[in-house]
């Protein structure tokens, strides 16, 4: 029988060591990677692997990523404007980025439109209450800590750098479909590996507090966290 006294003092004091583990930043990438392994566990990835998708489950991802993609710039956006003066690199890749990003929802529309999509317009839908709650973290963490806003991002893109030609690949050949109705998957697949880069060579030669790389940290797994309940919703 094991001696749960000395198991609970050895749970007691390794929480503790676990916990004082330094928040930089390489603690952060690591929780990164972490988060990022765990995608493919959600629902339609699953689906995808096992062979089993359809049309309707396709279109449901494009209705995820159009909400997402169309309220993202504001909040990079957002993000840049409440950064500190002093952290001025931060605030103008936020700025650069909500421009590049800007108009990425209409390739979700273009890629719908491609594969027979006849629904309401998607500007003009409400998005799903797990796909708010991802939305309304993205905003909350642009105004309060907006370098936060860059582990969000590097969830988002280390996502889509890592697992998004494998899935794009797999949806085409599965439904039958052209390279050109999944633009919006296979282009961030090669656009989302350069901003990975980005986005960790920016934090690694920035002079953050612990306080910030704890919140970039939280924030990772936390924005990580709600972005698989979206793929998880039937």
């Known amino acids: ?102 108009n990425h929802w209409t390739w979700v529309l273009g890629d719908l439109a491609k594969t027979g999509y006849t629904g309401p317009d998607l500007r003009t839908e409400l998005p799903s209450t797990r796909v708010s709650a991802y939305i309304a973290f993205n905003f909350f963490v642009a105004g309060r800590h907006p370098v936060a806003r860059l582990a969000n991002a590097a969830v988002l893109e280390g996502i889509g750098a890592t697992h998004a030609k494998r899935y794009a690949k797999s949806i085409c050949e599965q439904l039958k479909l052209g390279s050109d109705q999944v633009y919006f998957t296979l282009g961030h697949s090669d656009t989302d590996v350069g901003h990975t880069k980005d986005i960790f060579d920016l934090l690694k030669k920035s002079d953050l507090t612990e306080y910030e790389w704890s919140w970039l940290i939280h924030a990772a797994k936390t924005s990580a966290a709600l972005y698989r309940d979206m793929y998880n919703e039937e």
């Open 1 to 102: 029988m094991p001696d749960f006294p000395k198991l609970l003092v050895y749970w007691y004091f390794n929480g503790i060591i676990l916990s004082m583990e330094s928040a930089n930043f390489d603690t952060f990438f690591k929780a990164v990677e972490i988060e990022v392994d765990k995608f493919p566990s959600v629902t339609l990835c699953k689906k995808v692997d096992s062979q089993k998708l359809t049309m309707t489950d396709y279109h449901k991802y494009l209705k995820i990523v159009f909400h997402q993609s169309f309220n993202a710039p504001a909040s990079f956006a957002l993000a840049g404007g409440s950064c500190d003066p002093k952290q001025y690199e931060i605030r103008d890749y936020f700025i650069k980025h909500a421009e590049e990003e800007r």
